[in-house]
Each structure stands twice: as C-alpha cells, then as structure tokens.
C-alpha cells in the first residue's frame, strides 16, 4: 500500500490512517494466505521425506529432508502418466478446434449483413437457455458412435456460448474502417478474417483460448460414463479414483519409496501445474479480454 | 459485396445484362444473399453443426421423459408412458429430498457467497498501489481455474480427518473437529468451497463497475467534506447498484442450478440424504440405476424451472429499470 506508481493520487483517495491501513494489510493478507496456504502444504507434502510425513500424520508445511520419491513414482510410466499424456493431448486437440470453431462462428455472427444472421444467432443464444440434460446428451454421444472414444471429451463441448459471445462483441467493437478498405482492395471473407481480425484481437483469443483448454484439461466426468477403458481416464478422473476415493495408487505397493500421502499430493501436483504454469502468461489479458467482449455483448 | 460488384463494373465494358427470363422472385434474391455470404456461411458451418447435433438433437433426447426406456429396443421403439415419469417423480420422497437439499444450498450460496466478492472488490479497489492490487488479484483469481476434483482434494487434505487444521487442533490439545464426510457439516462445507473457488473471480465484474464511476462525484463528495465512509454509501453504492442488481437477478435466474461436480464428488463421502442435489439425483437414479425415462424427466422438469426462472429474473430486471440478460 505503500506505493503508488502508476497512476497519481487523486485528492479524494486521502492515505489512510494508521488503524485502517492496519485493518487492511491483515484482510489483504488473510485473503491471499487462504489460498495460497492450502496449495503449499499439498506442495510440501508431496516432495516430503516418508519418515517426516508418517511422523506428522500425513500432512507436512515445512519439509526438512525434500524427496522427489512420490513424483519418480508416478512418472515411471502407470496410470498417472498416461492419464497426464491423455489430458495434454484432449487440451491441445480441443482447443484448437474449438478455438477454430468459436473464431469461425463469431467472425460471421459479428457481420451485420449476414444472411440469416439474426435467426442463426437467436438460435445459438437459445441453447444457452436451455441446456442439454444430462441423459438426452448421453445418448446423442453414443449414438453418433463416441463411445470409448478420446473424442467424447471434446465434440460434446466444442463450443461455449458464453466464450462465443465474448468474442462476438469484441469483434463487434473493431474498427469496420479497416475492414471495408480491405474489402475494396478485393480482400474475401477469410483474408480479412486472417490479416485483420485476428491480429487485433489477440486478448480475446487469448483468453477464450485459456478458458477452453482449462476447462478440458479440468474434464473428468466424462470418462466416468463414456469410458469402459480405465487406460482413457484423463488425469481429473484419475484423482478423483485415487485421491478423493482413495484408492490404492502404487501399481507394486512393495516398490515404493514415498509415503501414499505424498503419492496422492504428488499427483494433485500435477494436475495443478499446467494451469499454473501458464495462467501468468495470459493473465494480463484478463480484464481487458473478458470486459471489451462481455460488456458490449 | 456490393463493393466488389462496383469494380467488376468499372474494370469490363458495360454489357448489356441478359433479359431476365422471370421476374426475379423472392426465392431468387434469398439463393443470391445466400451465395454473396457464402464465404461467412461457411466459416460458421461446423460450430452450427454442433449446435445442431448435440444441442437440438439432445433436445428431441427429452422424449424419453414420455417413455419406459429399455436399452435394447432403443429411444425409438421404447414404449409411450404419457406422464407416468413425472407422476412418480412427484410422488418419489428421495427426489423432495433432493429438491429440498438444493434449496437449502441455493439460499445458503445466496445469502453467503453473494456478499463476499462484493467486499472484497471494494477492498481491492482501495489498494492505491498497482503492483500490490495486481499480485493480490492474481492471487484471488487462481482457484477459478482450478477442478473441483482439485479443490476437493485440498480441502480434504485441510480439513479432512487427517489433515492439517485437525492436525494442528491436536496438537494444540483441542482436539480434532470432523468436517470432511460429516453430514450436519456437509451444507456450509460445499458454501465454504463455492467461496473459495469463485469469489475472487466474481470481484472482476465489480471491479470494472467500480472502474467506471465518476470520480468527480468523489471529489466533490470529499469538497463538501464527506469522509470514506460517507463516500462509500453515497457515492460508491449507488454506482454500483445496478450491476448488483443485475447479478443478483441472474442468479435468481439460476437458482435450480447450483452446479454437479462439486456435489456429484462428495455424495459418497456424506451419503444421499445429505448431499443429494437435483443434478446428482439425475445421474444416480439414469446412470448408476439405469432407469433413464425417469432420469430424463427429472432432468426435463429441473430445465423447465430453469427457463421460467431465467424468463422471470429478466421481467424483474426490466422492471427495476435494468438492462437483464437479454432484450426482448
């Protein structure tokens, strides 16, 4: 609270006192610690020694002796690592097709001369309204025959509507200038759509891209009903089997060197860390890439 | 396009154009719009497509509510029930149990989690430093991205009866207070992690609101010598208050749906008298009992409520002079 680069102190935001400014750096930091706590001590539990976990009951804050002997143990090739290479690949095919997709129906819906704009988008808003019940999807899945297939993960939730929205209203606040004089310069639909549009719209893209691939890295109950083969399962389905239902993870419990407490942390590790780990990059996109889009929709 | 037709115009000699053999009727300007869009139509064929199949085809799904469902005859050749589903649904006590628990859990979310991301957006707003504001606002946003099976976990493995806070009560000589898997417990539980999970996303919405008041409505406030506080209710409020409005009655909108995961992971941990909901009603009595008719007719009745429930929130919002969620 200390600084104020940035932006100059207007008269009507005073400092405030001693007291409030004490009150506030105790809420501000209550408020981070509440979240950050819970992620560090699965951290630390995970690349605890096995002695030091037993001891302490089966969570550590602080470990004193670090062993990467729970993470050696779930990448050597079991479940975990084929359900980590099966969501990656989900992630990647599945955005890219929904990005595809969402960009191809946005970019049209955002014309104003569309033929039959106005019904097609009426009909898209409208299964915002009503959305598909759990059983009617059920057996649209399987009879167009994505029954044990990766692709029951991706094709039921191509497209967002709230993502589709987003996007629309952002393409909607584009300058059209520049899209009529590429018109006259005999530009089509997809060269502007590719060598304008695009190009000004990477924090939409951006952002629409995050919440699609982490909503299919995040997939999990799907596999439950689309998948007889428990070799499919993507990592959520995973660590709902063997973290929250607590199931023996260790394929050769004998083999072992780490503590099945820090096994389980080890793999919610890993779930958590792709999301993490690029959720820095895009963040910066957030506010502008959600607000331009949501609020002039 | 009319663009494009000029040039060609003015690049070849006029030509007579041919004598029109009709008069061009409607469905002759219909199939020309048709081709002048082409290149648009079909960038937006395969995210209709999908629409088509998995939105309206699982819309026509919902007659199996009308049906006794057996597998092998197929959605098809199941025999019409006429409203026998629904007739037992309404006389089915595990399913007033359920409604019952989503009740309870939806006013509990409301008038809990409602006001959190509220105070928290006035508390980051009031950070003067950007670096601070933005480090803290990374921060709160995180737990949106993460799963519920994430979020789950870390709860268990904070709360559960092995866990850390337990751990620390006994140590401390308290002695250890069960929170995971009891079920007195299990309501304010599922609050407790909705709050966690959604609160810092929800400030964004209040944050731009926040963003966008005039400042000289402060300054003059503080001119006429009005304190923070002052400020605050008078000023602050009032401009907010229709996006308070606005989200209030959208999720008035939404009420039924309280979400499927969170609750579909933890049923086992609590049992169904305390955590069934709605959603995972579906699911147990159509997938883990195969009675499926019944099941789509559950979920039929729940997406009937929610689109009077939607239809109403946006009359209210209209009538209290706000934009609602669409336009009629």
């Known amino acids: ?297 | 396009m009319v663009v494009v037709r000029a040039k060609e115009r003015i690049g070849s000699p006029p030509t007579p154009l041919p004598p029109p053999a009709v008069r061009p009727g409607r469905l002759h300007t219909h199939a020309r719009r048709l081709w002048a869009d082409r290149a648009l139509l079909l960038l937006l064929l395969p995210g209709l497509l999908y629409f088509l199949v998995f939105h309206y085809g699982s819309l026509f799904g919902n007659v199996l509510a009308f049906k006794d469902y057996v597998p092998f005859l197929g959605v098809q050749d199941s025999p019409w029930v006429g409203t026998d589903n629904f007739r037992r649904m309404f006389a089915d006590p595990l399913f007033w149990s359920a409604v019952a628990n989503t009740l309870l859990i939806a006013v509990l979310q409301l008038v809990f989690f409602f006001p959190v991301p509220l105070g928290l957006a006035l508390l980051l707003h009031s950070i003067a430093g950007d670096t601070l504001r933005r480090f803290v606002q990374s921060v709160v946003y995180l737990p949106h991205f993460l799963s519920w099976v994430i979020v789950i976990a870390l709860f268990q493995h904070m709360l559960g009866g092995a866990g850390v806070v337990n751990g620390w009560l006994n140590d401390v000589g308290v002695g250890g207070i069960s929170v995971i898997g009891n079920p007195d417990a299990y309501k304010p539980l599922v609050v407790a992690q909705l709050i966690w999970k959604e609160c810092g996303w929800a400030t964004i919405i209040f944050l731009a609101a926040l963003s966008q008041v005039d400042e000289q409505l402060y300054e003059a406030a503080a001119l006429d010598g009005a304190g923070w506080r002052r400020r605050l209710w008078h000023v602050t409020l009032p401009a907010i208050r229709p996006v308070i409005v606005l989200l209030l009655v959208l999720r008035l909108g939404e009420f039924l749906s309280i979400g499927f995961e969170q609750f579909f992971l933890q049923r086992q941990a609590v049992g169904p008298e305390a955590g069934e909901v709605l959603d995972t009603f579906v699911y147990f009595t159509g997938f883990a009992s195969g009675d499926f008719g019944y099941a789509a007719a559950v979920s039929l009745f729940k997406g009937a409520i929610g689109v009077a429930l939607i239809y109403t929130a946006n009359k209210v919002a209209h009538r209290l002079g706000e934009q609602g969620v669409y336009r009629s």
């Open chain 1, 1 to 297: 609270m200390s600084t104020s680069q940035g932006r100059p102190h207007p008269p009507w935001m005073e400092r405030p006192g001693p007291a409030m400014r004490l009150a506030k750096g105790i809420a501000l930091t209550v408020v981070v610690a509440l979240v950050l706590f819970p992620m560090w001590t699965v951290v630390a539990t995970s690349v605890a020694d096995p002695q030091e976990v037993i001891e302490n009951g089966g969570w550590v804050v602080w470990p004193g002796h670090w062993s990467f002997a729970a993470y050696a143990d779930v990448l050597r090739g079991g479940i975990v690592t084929r359900a980590l290479m099966v969501s990656g690949l989900v992630t990647l095919v599945g955005t890219t097709l929904s990005l595809c997709c969402t960009i191809g129906l946005a970019y049209a819906l955002s014309r104003p001369r569309l033929y039959g704009g106005r019904f097609l988008l009426l009909l898209v808003l409208f299964t915002f309204l009503f959305p598909p019940g759990m059983v009617p999807l059920f057996l649209v899945v399987r009879s167009v025959g994505l029954f044990d297939q990766y692709a029951a993960l991706v094709l039921p939730f191509l497209v967002n509507v709230f993502n589709l929205v987003v996007m629309r209203g952002f393409f909607q606040s584009l300058p059209t200038e520049v899209m009529e004089a590429a018109r006259v310069d005999g530009a089509g639909e997809f060269t502007i759509l590719r060598r304008i549009v695009l190009p000004l719209s990477k924090p939409v893209v951006a952002v629409v891209g995050l919440f699609y691939a982490v909503a299919y890295w995040n997939r999990f109950f799907e596999a439950i009903i689309y998948f007889n083969d428990q070799s499919r399962w993507p990592i959520g389905t995973v660590l709902r089997q063997y973290v929250i239902g607590g199931a023996a993870l260790s394929e050769s419990a004998d083999a072992t060197a780490a503590s099945p407490q820090s096994v389980q942390m080890a793999v919610v590790v890993l779930a958590t860390a792709p999301i993490v780990c690029l959720y820095p990059f895009l963040q910066r996109y957030f506010v502008k890439g959600v607000l331009t889009g949501a609020l002039k929709a």
